[in-house]
């Protein structure tokens, strides 16, 4: 950024000896916490870690000792410092290995990274401010943590899952800047962000936290087989700003939270029960899938043909035909997985009548079974009153909420282009 001293190559400077110094702390913590038992006192030294490592930062910018050193170290000391707290505290507190799970995973890629970005550049790149956050964030939990052993089970969820989602999101934002220096852009501004993401970053901040939070409630009321779809939306949060990327547009916000809402549905209704607590919510997400799923296909019909050349009619085609085909996609996907893994994706209707030209009792003529109440399978009778259909109805609607999506998303689109053609209202 500017105003940030260049690194020099120094090796023997203040902060360079304090990042050593926390160095040497951590098997003290260790030894502390697991050999003599002294929570207390173990709470009081990574305190004292935790203030070096503000020092130290503010004295190498204040004074001009930043160096290329100080710069790789500093991290080093202060990662291995939460990997090793982090550890102790899961003896005691199991849902700490999220954590460490989720640190480890954040630094290793990290550090593949940034070797090739040392290669090419021959710089190291220093922290930015999400990263500064995270770091906060898991010091505040692992001190908590150490100074209340008795803190209530849904507090240090919460904390332990408001830390893995800042850590979580910082490593995205990480891969997102080095990416771009080893692309080519240099190293200042792949850091900045427009003021506008600022908002956005939060709520999806929110949203991995939410995530977080009901993966550890799901270890916790051992309902395993839901855990992939809380995992998976851990990164479908992400699916907004990654769309905006790669069709290099900027969303409107509107569009853009709407999106990022729509990523958590799902996992509100396996996960938190709202498929069976609301009966509509199924088709709510089949309807706004539509929507988004058409906005999206009108972006990738600009990126493919351009913005100035694309006629507005056939975008709004494309993105009809677009979202309707992954609807159809997605009732393939759930189809396969009712039978492949005897999942219930295809929701059964309950039908009491029947038509069907197989009971007839002449050719071409439609037998029917009115008011069915009672259905029997193998000499045991079902507990619906009525047949189960196996999901074809569930099916149908899903197509049909999809479409109607498709069609609001399509016509909504032409018109605001209508408009803005015809100088009713500004230019997006």
């Known amino acids: 950024m500017s105003g940030e001293p260049s690194a020099s190559n120094k090796i023997l400077t203040i902060p360079n000896l304090l990042s050593l110094f926390r160095l040497c702390l951590i098997p003290v913590i260790v030894w502390l916490y697991c050999e003599v038992g002294n929570v207390p ?21 204040k004074f001009h000792m930043v160096s290329q050193l100080g710069k790789a170290l500093d991290p080093v000391a202060d990662k291995l410092t939460q990997a090793a707290v982090l550890i102790c505290l899961a003896t005691r507190f199991p849902r700490m290995w999220v ?42 939990t692992m001190l908590i943590h150490l100074i209340w052993s008795g803190i209530p089970s849904y507090l240090s969820d919460f904390l332990i899952c408001a830390a893995g989602g800042v850590l979580l999101l910082s490593g995205i934002l990480y891969a997102v800047r080095n990416h771009r220096v080893l692309s080519g852009e240099g190293a200042q501004e792949a850091s900045r962000l427009p003021d506008r993401s600022a908002a956005r970053l939060t709520w999806i901040l929110l949203g991995e936290c939410f995530a977080v939070y009901t993966i550890v409630m799901l270890c916790r009321w051992k309902m395993y087989s839901r855990l992939p779809l809380a995992v998976a939306t851990l990164f479908l949060a992400l699916l907004p700003e990654i769309a905006q990327r790669l ?28 498929y069976y607590l609301f009966s509509w919510w199924d088709k709510l997400l089949h ?142």
């Open 41 to 61: 006192l173990t709470a009081l030294v990574l305190a004292l870690s935790a203030l070096t490592d503000v020092v130290d930062g503010r004295i190498a910018r």
């Open 287 to 428: 309807l706004s899938g539509g929507v988004i799923f058409t906005i999206l296909g009108v972006y990738l019909f600009g990126r493919i043909c351009g913005r100035e050349r694309r006629n507005r009619y056939a975008a709004a085609l494309f993105a009809l035909m677009f979202s309707m085909s992954l609807a159809v996609v997605w009732e393939f996907f759930e189809f396969g997985s009712d039978q492949l893994m005897g999942s219930d994706m295809q929701r059964d209707t309950v039908v009491t009548a029947l038509h069907s030209y197989d009971l007839g009792t002449e050719l071409g003529v439609t037998g029917s079974i009115e008011d069915i109440t009672l259905v029997t399978v193998n000499g045991t009778a079902l507990p619906a009153a009525g047949y189960l259909d196996i999901g074809l109805i569930d099916t149908m609607y899903d197509l049909l909420m999809g479409t109607l999506g498709a069609l609001a998303g399509s016509g909504a689109w032409l018109l605001s282009r209508k408009r803005q053609d015809s100088g009713e209202c500004p230019r997006a």
């Open 99 to 140: 954590l460490v799970a989720f640190l480890a995973l954040k630094e290793i890629l990290s550090a593949i990274i940034n070797l090739r970005i040392i290669r090419k550049t021959g710089t190291v790149l220093g922290a930015l401010w999400h990263g500064k956050i995270a770091t906060v964030l898991v010091y505040a």
């Open 247 to 274: 069709l290099r547009r900027t969303f409107p916000a509107p569009f853009y939270y709407f999106s990022l809402a729509y990523s958590l549905c799902p996992m509100l209704g396996q996960c938190h029960n709202f």
